[in-house]
């Protein structure tokens, strides 16, 4: 019976916590320590301590020790297999619902606007962030020579952050 409680407890926790890894963390916190007493206080604080230490994703890395720590190694692949799922799921319906819709002229209108959210909340980013970005105006013409580089000649933004750390260097800014 613990194996089903852990499956569908981190199923639930999952489909139902927004925010990324440390949002969900309060979430499996009441489940794990207020709702099943699985854990105690202290035994939650040091699996948040090791899922921040671990690589990967914090809400995963919690949701395997957890899993773990109740019920052995099933119990860990079931706890990830849990918070997992709803994601994996949500993201298989959208993608068949894509491949289905995108060809109608209705959806194609729909994804457009999206682009033009997308470059607006990026817009939006860059604006909050800029004063504090930008260190000089050498900085400045670096990040708009290598944006225009981009966006003009298609150049790969990996190629492009070399190239910028080269000319840095050989400037000796870096």
């Not at 997308?118 to 944006?147: K, P, Q, R």
Request: charged fraction near 10%.
């Amino acid at each position: 019976m613990i194996y089903l409680n852990l499956l569908f407890t981190f199923f639930k926790i999952g489909l139902f916590s927004f925010g990324g890894g440390y949002a969900i963390l309060a979430m499996i916190q009441q489940e794990v320590v207020l709702n099943h007493a699985w854990l105690t206080e202290a035994e939650y604080v040091q699996v948040v301590a090791i899922s921040q230490m671990t690589p990967g994703p914090i809400a995963i890395n919690a949701a395997t020790f957890i899993g773990y720590q109740k019920a052995g190694i099933i119990g860990s692949l079931l706890c990830t297999l849990g918070v997992t799922l709803p994601s994996l799921l949500i993201m298989l319906t959208i993608t068949i619902s894509y491949l289905k819709l995108k060809k109608l002229p209705w959806f194609q209108q729909i994804f457009k606007r999206l682009k033009l959210l997308s470059v607006g909340l990026i817009a939006a980013a860059l604006i909050m962030i800029i004063d504090h970005a930008v260190e000089n105006w050498y900085a400045l013409g670096i990040f708009t020579a290598c944006f225009l580089a981009t966006w003009k000649f298609k150049l790969n933004p990996f190629t492009m952050l070399i190239m910028a750390a080269i000319f840095g260097m050989i400037c000796g800014t870096v």
